[in-house]
């Protein structure tokens, strides 16, 4: 009999200090803190992710129009590049701070 007791303490003696091993090192301090960190993380992870999907469908829409709608090709072209449609008339505006000149655009009935 003090054999098989013998032989379950062998077994049962490591089996606990390996259980208590594990325990200390996932709930150490420092197990604790890269638990928190890494949920940190994991957390602007998904927002940064939900951000570039928003971006990725906006630009998903700019390309489809930049395919398909004229209205918005012209548009972009009148804000990015200052071209004008045929008909219109630019009128330029000078301030002496360089910074605030005006550009207005007037439309008539003249051609160019």
């Known amino acids: 009999m003090k054999s098989q007791k013998e032989k379950k303490l062998k077994f049962f003696i490591p ?3 390996a259980i ?6 996932i709930f ?13 993380a994991k957390s ?3 927002d940064n ?4 999907k ?3 469908a906006k630009i998903r829409r700019q390309i489809y129009d930049l395919k398909h709608n004229k209205q918005y090709i012209s548009e972009l072209a009148r804000q990015e590049l200052g071209m004008i449609k045929r ?4 009128f330029k505006f000078f301030s002496a701070d360089k910074s605030k000149n005006v550009t207005k655009r007037n439309k008539s009935n003249a051609s160019p």
């Open 87 to 90: 008909g219109e008339i630019v």
């Open 28 to 40: 150490s301090i420092e197990g604790i803190i890269k638990v928190y960190k890494l949920k940190a």
């Open 44 to 46: 602007k992870l998904a």
């Open 20 to 25: 208590l091993i594990s325990l200390i090192v």
């Open 49 to 52: 992710l939900i951000y570039l």
């Open 15 to 17: 089996a606990v200090f």
């Open 54 to 56: 928003k971006d990725n």
